[in-house]
């Protein structure tokens, strides 16, 4: 019998702390599927990620059909380690804040998360092991001025993953939730901002 290697499906590998981990995890042997929402952008911008042997996936984890994306490669792959990785920051006062600011901002850091971790938990189940880990923040815990939208998406995902790890503890499927500090990623460029009212 062939051994089975562990596969890791982590989103927006194409930079930052998802693209180290993405790197690292190859680096360790792991089979890695990295998501990102431009595959041509990504090949420029992380070569090593193909030529170590990792996997792309096109996908925009803000619209509903990644829901059935995900499904499909869980059903074919066997995700052991989900990494919800990809996320902004959307930066402004509650004064300026638009609905469709905070409806933005949901879709990536709320319902992204929400639907990959669907996709992937039934095949865990069935499978009576994972890991589900959510590469939330300090904002998840705290909320700055300026930075209320984006402590809403990850006070909100934290909660679900709170509820989560607590519901699938019998299937032997681990749920972990990481609060990082500040990284010099491209984090800070990519975040949105809105200073006009
Ligand atoms: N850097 C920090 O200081 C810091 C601190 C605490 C928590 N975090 C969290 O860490 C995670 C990764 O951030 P990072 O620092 O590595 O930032 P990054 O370098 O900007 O990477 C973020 C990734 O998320 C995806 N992404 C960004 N905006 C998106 C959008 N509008 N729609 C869909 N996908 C989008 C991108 O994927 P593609 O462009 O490839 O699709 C990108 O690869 C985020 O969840 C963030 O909240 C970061």
Redesign the pocket.
Known sequence: MTERHTTWLI?????????SLALEALNAGFRVIG????VSQ?ETNCAEFSSRGGTWLEL???VPDAYHQIAKVAQKENIDVLVN?????FIGSVEVVSEEDVHAQME??FY?PLRTVQACLPAMRARGSGQIIL?????GFIARPARGVYSVS?FAIEAIHESLAQEVRSFEIKVLIVE?????????T?SQARTDS
């Open positions: 989103t927006g590998a194409s930079s930052g702390i998802g693209r998501t990102t929402r431009n990504a925009d984890p803000a990785n990809a996320g902004y920051a990536v850091n992204g590469i939330s923040s300090g904002a990850k990082p500090g500040a990284f010099r990623t491209t984090f800070a990519n």
